[in-house]
């Protein structure tokens, strides 16, 4: 699976919108791009995930550059509850053993 | 909503017992895990099933034994507890999209 590097921490004001970017520049033809938060003494929960094209669901938006070597989660208007850890994976899709969930960013909203 | 089920959110064992830590999911998944998490650590792949008593160690089994007898509940068993292996345990189900996952069970050996 590709490496992924992501700052260790980013603060955000609350209402705007949080951009948290992912590095991983060796990734591969076949692999996707996963987003996963963990908010305090909680289990990880899922975002968002995709291959090329930019998505979009009712949490975030992820923009994935053209050579896929990087990509955005884009929390369009954060809250206080979107204080966490976000992790960006990368890795085939539906298949394999486990996630490798590294460090992730902290990121903290301030009111 | 796939739901992931731990038994416990914050349990205190002594050195030496014997922990059983449960885990269901109500989505008839295949795929389900036990990871731990400690800081500076990130999250650690302890064992894996793919099916009903099938088992795979993960990236640190030594110390922890699994039990997956039927579709929905897979359990993490601590045969001897030690201090070091206070943590937060993470169950988790793989989903279309990846990982559901538990709330977690703060596990504390004292």
């Known amino acids: 699976d590709a490496k992924t590097t992501q700052p260790p921490s980013m603060d955000c004001a609350e209402g705007r919108a949080a951009n948290l970017p992912c590095n991983h520049s060796t990734i591969s033809g076949n692999e996707y791009v996963y987003w996963y938060r963990q908010i305090h003494s909680q289990g990880p929960q899922y975002i968002i995930h995709g291959l090329k094209n930019n998505e979009t669901n009712e949490m975030a938006s992820l923009i994935i550059t053209e050579d896929r070597k990087s990509s955005t989660l884009i929390l369009p208007h954060a809250t206080l509850r979107d204080t966490a850890v976000y992790y960006c994976?990368?890795?085939?899709?539906?298949?394999?053993?486990?996630?490798?969930f590294g460090t992730g960013t902290s990121l903290t909203v301030i009111p | 909503d796939v739901k992931v089920t731990q038994s416990s959110r914050y349990l205190v064992k002594r050195t030496g017992e014997k922990v059983f830590l449960e885990c269901v999911q109500d989505?008839?998944?295949?795929?389900m895990f036990w990871y731990r998490q400690d800081p500076g650590l990130g999250l650690r792949l302890i064992y894996f099933s793919y099916d009903v008593k099938m088992k795979e160690k993960g990236d640190i089994p030594e110390g922890y034994s699994v039990s997956r007898e039927k579709k929905e509940r897979f359990s993490l068993i601590l045969e001897s507890a030690s201090t070091n292996q206070t943590s937060m345990y993470l169950c988790?189900?793989?989903?279309?999209?990846?990982?559901?996952f538990g709330s977690g069970t703060r596990l504390t050996v004292v």
């Open positions: 994976i990368v890795r085939v899709a539906y298949t394999g053993n486990q996630f490798y």
């Open positions: 988790a189900s793989r989903t279309f999209y990846g990982y559901t």
């Open positions: 989505m008839d998944h295949e795929n």
